[in-house]
Nanobody, 118 residues
Framework: QVQLVESGGGLVQPGGSLRLSCAAS???????????RGWYRQTPGKQRELVAS???????NYADSVKGRFTISRDNAKNTLYLQMNSLKVEDTAVYLC?????????WGQGTQVTVSS
C-alpha cells in the first residue's frame, strides 16, 4: 500500500505562482519500486486530465496547455513529487491530484484545490 498526500494548493491571482507537493509513504518495497509519477487535474463535468508526468530517471512530459509554465520534479530520496506552477491562468483552476505507479498498481492522492481568481 502507498499513501499519497498533496499539499500547497490555494487561492492565487492570475499571473501568480504555487508549488504543489505530493508526499508518498508506505512499505520500503513500495517506495523502492515506485516508477512513473504524475500530476492530474479535474474540474466538475470534465474528465481528469494529465498535467505532467515524470519517470524515475527524471524524464518529463507536459500537457500542451502548461508547457513553459509548469515544472514537475521529484526527490526520490524524500519520496516527494513537486509541481511548480508559474504564470497561472483562471483556466488552471481545478483539483490537482498526484499519482504513482508501483510495479503495475496505480495509487492516487485525495487532491488539493487550486483556484486562480482575481
Amino acid at each position: 500500500q502507498v499513501q499519497l498526500v498533496e499539499s500547497g494548493g490555494g487561492l492565487v491571482q492570475p499571473g501568480g505562482s504555487l508549488r504543489l507537493s505530493c508526499a508518498a509513504s508506505g512499505s520500503s518495497f513500495s517506495m523502492g519500486n515506485m516508477g512513473n509519477r504524475g500530476w492530474y487535474r479535474q474540474t466538475p463535468g470534465k474528465q481528469r486530465e494529465l498535467v505532467a508526468s515524470i519517470t524515475k530517471g527524471g524524464s518529463t512530459n507536459y500537457a500542451d496547455s502548461v508547457k513553459g509554465r509548469f515544472t514537475i520534479s521529484r526527490d526520490n530520496a524524500k519520496n516527494t513529487l513537486y509541481l511548480q506552477m508559474n504564470s497561472l491562468k483562471v483556466e488552471d483552476t481545478a483539483v490537482y491530484l498526484c499519482n504513482c505507479i508501483v510495479i503495475t498498481r496505480v495509487y492516487w492522492g485525495q487532491g488539493t484545490q487550486v483556484t486562480v481568481s482575481s
